[in-house]
């Protein structure tokens, strides 16, 4: 399925197909919202232009965001948690996780 998502980093909402916790563009944390597919793109320029303003604002965006908790009972989610002393959000550790991985990669091939 196709979910809406809000990137705070990059400014900008992306159409993902599942329930996505890391930006495609730059590896931030995503926000997922809860406006359909189907209702945004039925939006005019101009209140798409405005619902991406309301996103960019953290009070109005908390309101917009979905909480889809069925990450929390998978392996990898238990895994992650065991190791956040911080008790940082898992959008946060993933980024960081992600940003981590691709700078070893990227150093292992120079």
């Not at 329930?19 to 005019?44: F, M, N, R, W």
């Not at 940082?88 to 960081?96: K, R």
């Amino acid at each position: 399925m196709m979910y809406m998502h809000y990137c705070k980093h990059c400014q900008h909402i992306f159409m993902l197909n599942g329930h996505k916790l890391i930006c495609p563009k730059c590896t931030g944390p995503l926000a997922e919202l809860q406006i359909s597919y189907l209702d945004y793109v039925d939006l005019s320029p101009a209140q798409r232009e405005s619902f991406k303003e309301a996103c960019a604002d953290e009070e109005k965006l908390h309101q917009l965001k979905a909480s889809y908790r069925m990450y929390k009972y998978s392996k990898w989610y238990k895994e992650l948690q065991s190791h956040n002393t911080d008790n940082l959000p898992v959008t946060t550790l993933l980024a960081d996780s992600v940003k981590h991985t691709t700078y070893n990669i990227q150093k292992s091939h120079t």
